[in-house]
Nanobody, 126 residues
Framework: EVQLVESGGGLVQAGGSLRLSCAVS????????IGWFRQAPGKAREGVSC????????YYSDSVKGRFTISSDNAKNTVYLQMNNLKPEDTANYYC???????????????????WGQGTQVAVSS
């Protein structure tokens, strides 16, 4: 059974930092691109970042570039999202996602994903 379990969400003041974790099980970690989406109330779902753990390639949306950093620990089958300089507009549910590498395209890194976690809430106060 595929599982993506997020943790690390919470409430933080603007300018603060949080680190999200996504523990993956049920498939071969190196065969998948792992990433993060977010969805704020009343807004469309947005791709935030993703990583090709075996090649090291990373992708970011323009809204988080320079503030968020994605990384992976292949030994722990875990992907992290370090979020710095958080803004109120970063408030959302953050979902860990995964897609088989053979169907991933770097021309549209947030086009579609096969697996989704349950989400973790991030709230940034002004």
């Amino acid at each position: 059974e595929v599982q993506l379990v997020e943790s690390g969400g919470g409430l933080v003041q603007a300018g603060g930092s949080l680190r999200l974790s996504c523990a993956v099980s049920g498939f071969t970690f190196d065969d998948y691109v792992i990433g993060w989406f977010r969805q704020a109330p009343g807004k469309a779902r947005e791709g935030v970042s993703c990583i090709n753990s075996s090649g090291g390639s990373t992708y970011y949306s323009d809204s988080v570039k320079g503030r968020f950093t994605i990384s992976s620990d292949n030994a722990k089958n875990t992907v992290y999202l370090q979020m710095n300089n958080l803004k109120p507009e970063d408030t959302a549910n953050y979902y860990c996602v995964a897609i088989w590498k053979q169907t991933f395209t770097d021309r549209s890194p947030f086009r579609r994903y096969d697996y989704w976690g349950q989400g973790t809430q991030v709230a940034v106060s002004s």
